[in-house]
């Protein structure tokens, strides 16, 4: 059996979907004759456990976990309790002096991320490790970054196949421009992100224009391999038609819910829908499953809805499946940056194999719009068009189709074929 050496920060216990690709994918590694060795920090700084996704973990993979030292922990101790509750700390909605230094310290001294450290102790293990226990292939997937200069290093002293897999943009992320750069720290990001880029002998994207972006950049070969679900966690859902259930509207999120994707028309029309309709309004239930903001949670309560709304945390990765196949409709906001028309969420696809009608908030002409009209799965508003999120909430929707093409071990394949 071949062998493939995973460089991630993400993996069981850590939850969300930057440990799923890679559980996913080795997951079904061995079904093509690869053996996975992961290589993942044993101490790091996460916010949700999720020891469900470790039975997705093959028995033949090797799991090597090291030490890592990382200032987060840190951070969530001198912010206030409203600040730390940010989905994201790196978003432009995170006003507060503590933000904005956290964004400049995070920026300025941590290149490319605050996970940096890792690196030189990382590579001397691994240069040792390798020397005795040799594989065939390395594969670093980031965010965060610091991943692939791993790879970029251990690829200049080995010559090993290195594949770089970006699950986001680097300097191209919708946050990048917050980060309060100097000259020289942007100068710096740019300049490791062309070395990876160029040292690394094929790259990821997981969307079709992060990775036209990329290709304008580099030689270095540029694959297109999206997140995806595993059919394993839907087997009822395929071809199950999405009834409404008579009395009752379930509208159900699932992962992170950052503030400045707050679908605020969205609000402002299940409003107007619970005055108009009493029954509707008995009926409603709006069901968040995974991290949110509190500013979206307050949205929620102005405009009357607290007796509709369900704030359920975050939740084993099974459990939330079970939330997206019982919803009569499933929302899929989008943050409000502009570089974000280019990112497919990893709930999408999940979204897409529930069977379910996804009603998008977000760029009508984004990647993700694209999905959706491509898998007649649901439709993308601009965040501002209530009146056609109320209209769509109010039709009849049919069954996504072509959606076979997601599946994980489809994925896994394409991965094969680069590999």
């Given at each position: 059996?071949?062998?493939?050496?995973?460089?991630?920060?993400?993996?069981?216990?850590?939850?969300?979907?930057?440990?799923?690709?890679?559980?996913?994918?080795?997951?079904?590694?061995?079904?093509?004759?690869w053996?996975?060795?992961v290589?993942?920090?044993?101490?790091?700084?996460?916010?949700?456990?999720?020891?469900?996704?470790g039975?997705?973990?093959?028995?033949?993979?090797?799991?090597?976990?090291?030490?890592?030292?990382?200032?987060?922990?840190?951070?969530?101790?001198?912010?206030?309790?409203?600040?730390?509750?940010?989905?994201?700390?790196?978003?432009?909605?995170?006003?507060?002096?503590?933000?904005?230094?956290?964004?400049?310290?995070?920026?300025?001294?941590?290149?490319?991320?605050?996970?940096?450290?890792?690196?030189?102790?990382?590579?001397?293990?691994?240069?040792?490790?390798?020397?005795?226990?040799?594989?065939?292939?390395?594969?670093?997937?980031?965010?965060?970054?610091?991943?692939?200069?791993?790879?970029l290093?251990?690829?200049?002293?080995?010559?090993?196949?290195?594949?770089?897999?970006?699950?986001?943009?680097?300097?191209?992320?919708?946050?990048y421009?917050?980060?309060?750069?100097?000259?020289?720290?942007?100068r710096?990001?740019?300049?490791?992100?062309?070395?990876?880029?160029?040292?690394?002998?094929?790259?990821?994207?997981?969307?079709?224009p992060?990775?036209?972006?990329?290709?304008?950049?580099?030689?270095?070969?540029?694959?297109?391999?999206?997140?995806?679900?595993?059919?394993?966690?839907?087997?009822?859902?395929?071809?199950?038609?999405?009834?409404?259930?008579?009395?009752?509207?379930?509208?159900?999120?699932?992962?992170?819910?950052?503030?400045?994707?707050?679908?605020?028309?969205?609000?402002d029309?299940?409003?107007?829908?619970?005055?108009e309709?009493?029954?509707?309004?008995?009926?409603?239930?709006?069901?968040?499953?995974?991290?949110?903001?509190?500013?979206?949670?307050?949205?929620?309560?102005?405009?009357?809805?607290?007796?509709?709304?369900?704030?359920?945390?975050?939740?084993p990765?099974?459990?939330?499946?079970?939330?997206?196949?019982?919803a009569?409709?499933?929302?899929?906001?989008?943050?409000?940056?502009?570089?974000?028309?280019?990112?497919?969420?990893g709930?999408?696809?999940e979204?897409?194999?529930?069977?379910?009608?996804?009603?998008?908030i977000?760029?009508?002409?984004?990647a993700a719009?694209?999905?959706?009209e491509?898998?007649?799965?649901?439709?993308?508003?601009?965040?501002?068009?209530?009146?056609?999120?109320?209209?769509?909430?109010?039709?009849?929707?049919?069954?996504?189709?072509?959606?076979?093409?997601?599946s994980?071990?489809?994925l896994?394949?394409?991965?094969?074929?680069?590999?």
């Open positions: 059996m071949r062998r493939l050496l995973v460089v991630t920060y993400y993996w069981p216990p850590s939850g969300g979907s930057g440990v799923q690709r890679w559980v996913k994918f080795c997951k079904y590694l061995p079904q093509f004759g053996q996975p060795v290589f993942t920090p044993s101490n790091p700084d996460i916010q949700a456990e999720d020891y469900s996704l039975a997705d973990v093959p028995s033949c993979a090797e799991v090597i976990r090291r030490p890592i030292l990382e200032p987060y922990s840190l951070y969530r101790r001198l912010v206030p309790h409203r600040s730390a509750a940010q989905v994201n700390p790196l978003s432009s909605s995170n006003s507060s002096l503590s933000g904005r230094l956290f964004r400049a310290i995070r920026g300025n001294l941590f290149i490319p991320d605050p996970r940096v450290s890792w690196v030189r102790p990382s590579v001397k293990f691994l240069l040792e490790y390798l020397a005795g226990h040799p594989v065939d292939a390395v594969v670093t997937t980031g965010p965060p970054h610091s991943m692939h200069l791993i790879g290093e251990l690829k200049r002293r080995t010559g090993v196949r290195w594949i770089a897999d970006f699950r986001d943009p680097w300097t191209e992320m919708f946050y421009k917050h980060l309060g750069l100097t000259r020289f720290a942007d710096r990001h740019h300049s490791l992100e062309q070395q990876v880029l160029d040292g690394a002998d094929a790259v990821i994207a997981v969307s079709p992060v990775r036209d972006d990329f290709a304008a950049k580099t030689r270095t070969p540029v694959y297109l391999i999206t997140n995806g679900f595993d059919e394993d966690d839907f087997p009822e859902c395929q071809g199950v038609s999405p009834a409404r259930r008579e009395g009752s509207f379930t509208l159900v999120h699932t992962g992170l819910f950052a503030a400045d994707g707050n679908p605020l028309r969205l609000w029309g299940l409003a107007l829908m619970c005055r309709d009493e029954a509707f309004a008995s009926g409603l239930r709006i069901r968040l499953a995974g991290r949110t903001d509190a500013q979206i949670l307050d949205s929620i309560r102005e405009r009357g809805l607290e007796r509709n709304l369900d704030d359920l945390g975050y939740l990765h099974s459990e939330t499946v079970l939330e997206q196949r019982s009569d409709m499933l929302i899929l906001p989008l943050r409000r940056e502009p570089e974000y028309s280019k990112v497919l969420p709930k999408i696809f979204y897409l194999a529930s069977g379910r009608p996804i009603l998008g977000g760029q009508p002409d984004g719009a694209a999905v959706l491509s898998c007649g799965a649901g439709r993308m508003f601009d965040w501002e068009d209530g009146a056609g999120m109320v209209g769509f909430m109010r039709s009849p929707h049919g069954i996504p189709h072509g959606t076979d093409m997601y994980r071990r489809r896994t394949e394409k991965l094969i074929e680069l590999l």
